[in-house]
């Protein structure tokens, strides 16, 4: 190897080199731009966006008005979104069919199908064997003996009836255990 | 007669470096028949893949888009934002290797 030509493939090498460097340099300028012009990276309107509505949500939750979850009645969310404290969707009661608000529905369904004096009057012989299966997983509440009771289902001296439904004094009794 | 062809005879390049130009094409194409260049430029771009320089550089373009606004955006404008910041941000020892590759190759091809 003479002196010389080491030089010149030095530097031949480096020219190459360069050239190799240059093409790759073209490559990836062309796919950003490609990129960007399709919009195909995380779009950067978007993600000023975002942030926008972060920074947003996040004064929100830092403002001294909210400082107690429990203050008001409106509790804002990290959204932005306040609920009502009542739910308010309405559907139909599948027992007796009415409307009923979702925050109403318990304390409705109470009176509909379990304890409500005046909902005993509703109960058909054809209901009474679903409301068996649902009374029978139910834990015990305390019922008063219905002595006054002008159903058919009912016994007139107030012992629990065939159908099982009422309760003394707490103790659950199967429909086919008579005491 | 056509005058192209009584056209002089193009220069040699300059005169004291003898054949050189003419040797560096010979080898250039030499390069791509053998399909040397392919396989250098495939090996440079996964090492500066691997080492991050490809991120740099689309981070630049990425920046440098999101200033400018996306359709005021040309390829040239890329390339010229990023060939000297790219040529001197390569690794030395990604350097180094694809010195070594070419020069085994023109030593070889040489002779």
Redesign the interface.
């Known amino acids: 190897m003479s002196g010389p030509n080491e030089d010149n493939n030095t530097q031949l090498s480096s020219h190459i080199f360069g050239d190799l460097l240059d093409s790759i340099i073209v490559d990836v300028a062309s796919e950003c731009h490609r990129i960007a012009k399709l919009g195909l990276d995380r779009n950067l309107e978007e993600e000023e966006e975002e942030m926008r509505l972060s920074a947003q949500a996040r004064a929100r939750v830092a403002d001294p008005s909210n400082s107690s979850e429990t203050n008001t009645k409106y509790v804002v969310d990290i959204f932005g979104q306040t609920h009502p404290s009542v739910a308010t969707e309405i559907f139909e009661c599948m027992n007796c069919g009415r409307s009923i608000a979702a925050g109403r529905f318990a304390p409705h369904l109470e009176k509909c199908m379990g304890k409500g004096r005046k909902a005993r009057l509703k109960v058909t012989r054809s209901s009474t064997a679903a409301q068996n299966r649902y009374l029978r997983g139910s834990p015990v509440s305390t019922y008063s003996p219905y002595s006054n009771s002008t159903s058919t289902n009912r016994l007139s001296n107030g012992t629990p009836s065939v159908a099982g439904e009422e309760y003394s004094n707490g103790t659950y009794e199967e429909p086919w255990n008579k005491t | 007669m056509k005058h192209s062809v009584n056209r002089p005879p193009t220069p040699d390049g300059a005169e004291d470096q003898g054949n050189?130009p003419i040797l560096?094409e010979i080898?250039?194409i030499k390069?791509i028949e053998s399909g040397e260049?392919e396989r250098?430029?495939e090996m440079?771009?996964e090492r500066?893949i691997e080492c991050g320089w490809?991120d740099e550089?689309?981070a630049l373009?990425?920046a440098y888009?999101?200033k400018k606004g996306?359709?005021n955006?040309?390829?040239d404008d890329?390339?010229h934002?990023?060939?000297p910041k790219?040529?001197a941000s390569?690794r030395d020892s990604v350097?180094a290797e694809?010195?070594q590759r070419?020069?085994s190759f023109?030593?070889s091809a040489a002779l």
Do not use: A, D, P, Y
């Open positions: 050189e560096q080898i250039k390069l260049k250098l430029m440079l771009r500066l490809k550089m689309k373009c990425r888009v999101k996306r359709n955006v040309t390829v890329l390339v934002l990023i060939t790219g040529r390569v350097k694809l010195l070419i020069r023109l030593t």
